[in-house]
């Protein structure tokens, strides 16, 4: 066995420093999932960085350039957990260039407002993504009410 894919998504946001809105994506394949919501994103090539392959997926899936920030920080030191196969490690991006459209695995792109959590944790995620979701909303609201004390 090898160990893990490594998969790496991105959580786009309007802005690093004052983020309003987040870009999610509805996927089209594999059928189980088509027509439920993900963070953009894919799996790491061999030889290359996961810092890397977010921006080469970013680019190939919504046709955007990003500026990265931190990462979510996930439960386990891999990632957060997607299948039995596969972890994913997610970053805050920003869009440095590009206007995002549905380039590929997907049919639709959509801004949601961090400010209503229903919003986000109301759209069909797909089931592995959910909790990356909640911890993302939690972070933001953290980071948000710490700014404001």
């Given at each position: 066995?090898?160990?893990?894919?490594?998969?790496?998504?991105?959580?786009?946001?309007?802005?690093?420093?004052?983020?309003?809105?987040?870009?999610?994506?509805?996927?089209?394949?594999?059928?189980?999932?088509?027509?439920?919501?993900?963070?953009?994103?894919?799996?790491?090539?061999?030889?290359?960085?996961?810092?890397?392959?977010?921006?080469?997926?970013?680019?190939?899936?919504?046709?955007?350039?990003?500026?990265?920030?931190?990462?979510?920080?996930?439960?386990?030191?891999?990632?957060w957990p997607l299948n039995e196969r596969a972890?994913?490690?997610?970053?805050?991006?920003?869009?440095?260039?590009?206007?995002?459209?549905?380039?590929?695995?997907?049919?639709?792109l959509r801004w949601i407002r961090l400010g209503d959590p229903d919003e986000a944790l109301g759209?069909?995620?797909?089931?592995?993504?959910?909790?990356?979701?909640?911890?993302?909303?939690?972070?933001?609201?953290?980071?948000?009410?710490?700014?404001?004390?």
């Amino acid at each position: 066995m090898t160990g893990l894919i490594n998969v790496v998504g991105g959580a786009v946001l309007d802005s690093l420093a004052e983020p309003t809105v987040l870009l999610v994506a509805r996927r089209t394949a594999p059928p189980q999932f088509a027509g439920m919501w993900e963070f953009p994103g894919g799996k790491v090539e061999t030889g290359e960085s996961d810092e890397d392959a977010l921006h080469r997926e970013l680019r190939e899936e919504l046709g955007i350039g990003i500026t990265l920030g931190g990462e979510l920080p996930a439960e386990t030191g891999s990632g957060w957990p997607l299948n039995e196969r596969a972890a994913m490690r997610v970053w805050f991006a920003e869009i440095a260039d590009g206007e995002p459209r549905p380039l590929e695995d997907h049919d639709e792109l959509r801004w949601i407002r961090l400010g209503d959590p229903d919003e986000a944790l109301g759209l069909p995620w797909i089931p592995a993504d959910f909790p990356i979701v909640r911890a993302l909303l939690e972070t933001l609201a953290s980071r948000t009410g710490a700014a404001q004390s």
